[in-house]
């Protein structure tokens, strides 16, 4: 056993040899697991609306299809990965040569800078958004350049200003997470057709499937037409497959190249693969999972507006609410009436905390447990 003076000791000893982006790099955390609030503060019946996840899970056809594999998992998966890029090339009407499978659509985001990034380089990522990037780029070396945000998301005028003959790639999450706010057509077009031909855009579409706004595009119809664009896209969320990790990335035939002498063998697991092709297949499913989304926002957003919070408008399955006052003591007190949540100080927003949609009865757990911790329950 690990003793903690003995846990210091080796971190003194071996933290000084990482490489300096590594060292000042702290670990991602992600939302508080179920599993971890029940040893910690003894609490039951818990609901968890903390990482973005689909209330309902994954669909009937993918759940056979996952099971059915696990009988040949003694095996290892196909290395390429045929029958899902098969399916999303014909889904996208691309090729398989446009495609790269990574372990969720993190993998891509880190394939990229890792295959095109070095510590001359610089990369772009707007405030407020997805913590991988800044991740990645510090992990290579590279210079992170983040741009001030406008109304919470993505001001383009800012990132294209922040070019440089170092800059070697662009993030930009659509709609963003944390804050859920979107690029339209109109806005992110004109951007990409200006981009120098040394600087990659990476459109990072994880939420692509629940947005209904006007003039919201899609990145993978543009794939060919501008030779530097890397779009990705997840499993993980609107098909329910976040405990399996499958996402894969879109790009002209030559970035996938490069990517795949980078991406390591069977990236992507046998069961995965196959929950993926069968939730491609679920329209049905994905239908029904939208209008919970759009029914459960409405839901929040009407509690939100009891309550008199605010919060930034989102096109995603989740929602930032502004709670006027420093949010971790809140967050805390949910914690204990057994209501996970996301705080997003580590984003810059101290104030707000990220609710996912859930199911109809926990987004009315949840309001009620907030009006409650609030000090607003009559």
Same mark, same amino acid.
Do not use: C
């Given at each position: 056993m690990i003793r903690p003076a003995q846990a210091v000791e080796d971190c003194d000893r071996w933290l000084p040899l990482a490489r300096a982006g590594v060292r000042a790099l702290s670990p991602y955390v992600p939302g508080k697991p179920i599993e971890e609030l029940e040893r910690q503060y003894g609490v039951r019946h818990i609901i968890?609306?903390?990482?973005?996840?689909?209330?309902?899970?994954?669909?009937? !056809?993918?759940?056979?299809?996952?099971?059915?594999?696990?009988?040949?998992?003694?095996? /290892?998966?196909?290395? &390429?990965?045929?029958?899902?890029?098969?399916?999303?090339?014909?889904?996208h009407r691309l090729t398989p040569a446009h495609i790269t499978l990574g372990n969720g659509s993190n993998d891509i985001l880190e394939l990229v800078t890792r295959a095109f990034v070095g510590p001359e380089h610089e990369v772009i990522f707007s405030d407020h958004a997805f913590a991988v /990037?800044?991740?990645?780029?510090?992990?290579?070396?590279?210079?992170?350049?983040?741009?001030?945000?406008?109304?919470?998301?993505?001001?383009?005028?800012? %990132?294209?200003?922040?070019?440089?003959? !170092?800059?070697?790639?662009?993030?930009?999450?659509?709609?963003? &997470?944390?804050?859920? =706010?979107?690029?339209?057509?109109?806005?992110? *077009?004109?951007?990409?057709?200006?981009?120098?031909? =040394?600087?990659?855009?990476?459109?990072?579409?994880?939420?692509? *499937?629940?947005?209904?706004?006007?003039? /919201?595009?899609?990145?993978?119809?543009?794939?060919?037409?501008?030779?530097?664009?890397?779009? =990705?896209?997840?499993?993980?969320?609107?098909?329910?497959?976040?405990?399996? !990790?499958?996402?894969?990335?879109?790009s002209s035939p030559a970035i996938a190249d490069i990517l795949n002498r980078v991406r390591q063998p069977f990236n992507v697991n046998s069961v995965a693969l196959a929950a993926a092709v069968a939730a491609l297949d679920d329209a049905e499913h994905l239908e029904r999972s939208l209008r919970m989304n759009s029914d459960g926002m409405r839901q929040l957003l009407h509690g939100f507006e009891k309550l008199g919070l605010s919060s930034i408008p989102s096109a995603g399955n989740f929602v930032c609410v502004d709670l006027g006052?420093?949010?971790?003591?809140?967050? *805390?007190?949910?914690? !204990? *009436?057994?209501?996970?949540?996301?705080?997003?100080? &580590? /984003?810059? %927003?101290?104030?707000?905390?990220?609710v996912t949609v859930g199911l109809p009865e926990e987004n009315e757990r949840f309001l009620k447990a907030l009006e409650k911790v609030l000090g607003t329950k009559d």
């Open positions: 968890k609306l903390a990482s973005n996840e689909n209330p309902l899970g994954p669909g009937k !056809r993918a759940l056979k299809a996952a099971r059915a594999a696990l009988d040949d998992i003694a095996r /290892y998966p196909d290395g &390429n990965g045929f029958a899902l890029k098969q399916r999303l090339a014909g889904h /990037y800044p991740i990645v780029t510090q992990a290579v070396g590279a210079r992170p350049v983040t741009t001030p945000a406008r109304h919470w998301g993505h001001d383009l005028d800012a %990132m294209r200003a922040a070019i440089t003959p !170092r800059t070697r790639l662009v993030f930009i999450a659509n709609p963003n &997470n944390p804050t859920g =706010t979107w690029l339209r057509r109109s806005e992110l *077009e004109p951007f990409l057709e200006n981009l120098p031909p =040394t600087v990659l855009a990476v459109l990072d579409e994880a939420y692509f *499937e629940y947005v209904r706004e006007p003039d /919201y595009p899609d990145g993978a119809s543009w794939i060919g037409r501008f030779p530097g664009l890397l779009v =990705t896209r997840t499993f993980s969320k609107a098909h329910g497959l976040a405990g399996l !990790r499958v996402g894969y990335g879109l006052r420093p949010a971790a003591p809140a967050y *805390e007190a949910l914690l !204990r *009436e057994g209501v996970i949540v996301r705080p997003v100080a &580590n /984003y810059g %927003m101290p104030h707000h905390l990220r």
